[in-house]
């Protein structure tokens, strides 16, 4: 299901975004800023995974994942789990990365981060989708469009275009 998979429209942008996100998540662990060292990881972390670096990019994350746990819950602790999710599904740990997606989708209802969930619906479907989970996958992709719908976010057509390959999928297998 790699035609599901997020690709970066620009490779040169995102060894240079990783770059200046090592850089930060340099600085922040130095100044002991602990929320900032989890976001730049976090950031860091989904770069890699959209790199193919994915073994690096739980590698890093799970050295962070002692702090994420002492934080508060705050947005960027919901992108720490969403990041690492995301990096267990492609180093192939989908069961755990099924309960990391849930932890993830669970502090998105409880606070309200609409967006930031259409994001981990999104990367779950995507999960779902590889291990044959139709049904659940498009469940998640068609709340992951609703919500963007409803707040006008263009990543719409990225969740329309899953439902579509959903179908083409289902298609095939018919």
Known sequence: MEFLRFNAPDTDALVTGIAETRLKLEQAATAGDSL?????????ASMLTTARREVEALSLIE?????AESLA???PIGWFWNAYATALQYSGQRTKA???????LSLCHASGWSRLQSFVLQHWGRSLAEQGRLDEAEACFSEALSIRAELNDPRQDSSRRALEALAQLRGQSS
Do not use: Q, R
């Open 73 to 75: 819950a705050t947005e």
């Open 98 to 104: 099924d309960t990391v997606f849930s932890k993830a």
């Open 36 to 44: 900032g060292t989890v976001e730049h990881a976090a950031d860091l």
């Open 63 to 67: 050295s962070h994942l002692n702090l």
